[in-house]
């Protein structure tokens, strides 16, 4: 009568443990590839659409205003994604147009001092919406890059 498992039924079970945690491992890397904006783009041509449109987040701008304030307190940030328009462009679409436009989130108001009126401070995101093209001429590679780039 054995009472334990041997070396070897230790040792493959350990095996089959890492091959089953890396097999998932790839299968979430997979996932947020597919969701990135490279990944969506080339979903997207796969499926045989004519058009790619995507918003990216391209500034952050944060107001606010205190009691009897005369100034502004901001907080800006921008990001540039000319590495994503790029990569986009390399999976078979041709940039067609970009527009932008401001997109509120929060507003704080304050009292000015000596009650002549109220400060107004507007919080907001601004995006940028990009319409591709699919392009005929070049060939991307088949499956894509599959290289993620960060949005």
């Known amino acids: 009568m054995r009472l334990g498992k041997s070396e070897e039924e230790r040792a493959a079970e350990k095996a089959a443990a890492d091959a089953a945690a890396r097999a998932r491992q790839e299968e979430a890397e997979r996932k947020a590839w597919l969701a990135s904006p490279v990944g969506l783009a080339v979903s997207t041509r796969e499926s045989g659409a004519g ?6 987040e391209v500034g952050v701008s944060r107001r606010g205003v205190g009691w009897g304030s005369p100034d502004w307190e901001e907080e800006r940030s921008t990001t540039a994604h000319t590495d994503v328009l790029s990569a986009i462009e390399a999976e078979g679409w041709r940039l067609e147009h970009a527009g932008y436009f401001f997109m509120p989130t929060g507003e ?25 093209r699919r392009d005929t001429s070049r060939v991307p590679p088949a499956g ?7 949005a």
């Open 51 to 56: 058009f790619f449109e995507i918003q990216l």
């Open 144 to 150: 894509g890059t599959g290289t993620a780039v960060n």
């Open 108 to 132: 704080t108001t304050a009292d000015r001092f000596l009650g002549t009126g109220q400060n107004v401070a507007v919080s907001g995101v601004t995006m940028g919406a990009y319409l591709f």
